[in-house]
């Protein structure tokens, strides 16, 4: 683990220390436990700002509580970054004093109780983003064929991430209140954090209070707003949903494909609380140390492949946890792809924006990175465009979550390449399949790819976080224009030579085509009151 990895673990344990029972919900789930991806990306920040810092600022007087943290624009799927001030570095370094913090605005007022009208149904699953409706759906379907009801939670707060509504008999959408994640109240904080304690923390040349540091990650909390970052009145609110939800439907399995995020937490703490069993499916590639854990709370947890075995078993915070392999639900339809037609297509766009159709093409799943970080990509991929034999053309496909019109000025950058830009609405999942290779760093797209034979050049850059596919064999590790240059010529004249043998891909993701069956499969072996034989999920009992 880096230093810098190493001090945002030594400031989140002494967060929970010091402060982890600080506040609860009426279920007893702490602020912290609730609220931890979000309080440790603004942490994480705060210490990438400090280490930074050869020396401490000068003390700065602050104006509002605001002045301290700012919201600094909206990321991916709703999450906001936070940045902390000039005024709130010198604040977490123990310059002023309360009587400068802005005062609570008063106590909260009590969630308002829901009035449902749900049917039982034996499963109850919960989403609130697309891929997490796209893994899930299969599963509910398989479930629904085996007579098997289910209702589905989707508490998505943005309209393009919601689930899709069925008809399919057995599955029943139940929306959460569009006001409810808009709540807004004040955390009483300054009763139950204390910026004057002294402990503090060493970042580098700097010590942090942890006091104050708890502080303000209580008042982002109260601005915090949306799926991914509800602030502490929703947070309260969405609880009691959901117990009210559990209770009515008298759920007997909770199926979910995120169980560190808030949403996550509180509808797993919920299940507890209803002696409700838990399944996880896992809707994405993990990338090793880009959180603290991945399937930290529920008890069966559905992994993509061999190699995420450990990763669940290390990160789960149950001794009965149980692991299976059984692949991904969402690719089950790769076997059905259309690969001809992804061909035309990536053909017609590169005729169309070009004058021509290169024999041989190259799919770059891109990423809502920051504009600096897409640009250098950009330079290392033209570079090894315009050294790369074979005649090669380029097609940039945007993340669902990046405007296209972002990645144009990239364009600018690939004089001497043939390239094209298609629009998110296709990305890479809708076009790849057509492609000789896709070049990505971290797009899960990658794992799409590998699954479709495709020749996948793993992007590795300073401060890039990877898939790490190349570690196992199952892509090619890019580091520089000039690998990038002669992977492509390799593939060009010899393809045969960079197919990924059956262990590799396997090691990465199971695929028969039939994972939303294994899901469903261990769904029915944990319902108490199933009397219908089913074959078991790959991998079942992995402890």
Request: charged letters at 20%; a neutral charge.
């Amino acid at each position: 683990m880096t230093h810098h990895g190493q001090v945002v673990e030594a400031l989140m344990a002494a967060l929970e220390a010091e402060y982890g029972d600080a506040l609860v919900t009426a279920g007893g789930v702490s602020w912290l436990s609730v609220h931890h991806v979000p309080i440790r990306r603004l942490v994480t920040r705060v210490v990438r700002r400090l280490l930074d810092l050869n020396e401490a600022p000068a003390a700065t007087a602050f104006r509002a509580t605001e002045d301290l943290v700012a919201a600094s624009g909206s990321t991916s799927l709703g999450y906001v970054a936070y940045e902390v001030s000039e005024a709130g570095l010198s604040f977490l370094l123990g310059h002023g004093g309360l009587e400068e913090l802005a005062p609570d605005r008063g106590e909260l007022g009590e969630p308002v109780q829901p009035r449902l009208k749900v049917t039982t149904a034996p499963v109850c699953a919960v989403s609130w983003s697309s891929r997490h409706a796209e893994t899930l759906l299969p599963v509910l379907s398989a479930l629904a064929g085996q007579g098997v009801r289910s209702t589905v939670v989707d508490m998505a707060s943005e309209v393009d991430q919601r689930f899709p509504d069925t008809y399919e008999p057995g599955i029943t959408v139940l929306r959460l209140p569009d006001e409810a994640l808009d709540r807004h109240g004040d955390m009483p904080a300054q009763s139950a954090f204390r910026p004057e304690s002294e402990r503090t923390v060493r970042a580098g040349q700097h010590e942090i209070g942890i006091g104050r540091l708890a502080w303000l990650a209580a008042r982002v909390l109260v601005r915090s707003s949306g799926c991914t970052q509800p602030s502490w009145s929703a947070t309260l609110y969405v609880e009691q949903w959901l117990d009210a939800v559990l209770l009515a439907s008298r759920s007997r399995v909770l199926l979910c494909s995120n169980d560190t995020s808030p949403l996550g937490v509180l509808a797993v703490r919920a299940a507890d609380r209803a002696a409700t069993d838990t399944v996880y499916v896992q809707h994405g590639a993990w990338i090793e140390g880009q959180t603290s854990s991945h399937a930290q709370r529920c008890r069966h947890v559905a992994v993509m492949g061999a190699r995420d075995v450990r990763v669940a078993q290390a990160g789960t915070w149950r001794a009965d946890a149980r692991t299976y392999v059984v692949g991904q639900p969402r690719f089950d339809g790769l076997t059905q792809v259309d690969r001809l037609g992804q061909r035309a297509y990536l053909q017609r766009m590169l005729k169309e924006q070009t004058g021509a159709a290169p024999t041989k093409i190259v799919v770059w799943a891109s990423q809502p990175f920051n504009g600096q970080r897409l640009l250098s990509q950009a330079q290392v991929l033209a570079m090894g465009l315009r050294n790369a034999r074979g005649g090669w053309g380029l097609v940039v496909a945007p993340h669902p979550a990046q405007d296209a019109e972002t990645l144009s000025p990239l364009l600018e950058v690939m004089n001497g390449v043939r390239v094209a830009l298609i629009g998110s609405e296709v990305g890479a999942r809708g076009c790849l399949a057509g492609a000789d290779a896709l070049i990505s760093s971290s797009s899960t797209c990658g794992v799409e790819a590998l699954l479709l034979e495709v020749p996948v050049l793993e992007l590795v850059l300073p401060a890039t976080r990877t898939l790490g596919l190349a570690e196992y064999g199952a892509a090619w590790r890019c580091e520089s224009s000039r690998d990038i240059a002669r992977l492509l010529t390799r593939i060009d004249e010899s393809p045969q030579t960079v197919r990924v043998p059956t262990a590799a891909r396997e090691s990465i993701c199971h695929w028969d085509g039939r994972s939303a069956h294994a899901v469903a499969d261990i769904v029915t072996q944990v319902l108490p009151d199933s009397t219908t034989s089913h074959h078991s999920a790959r991998g079942t009992d992995r402890r």
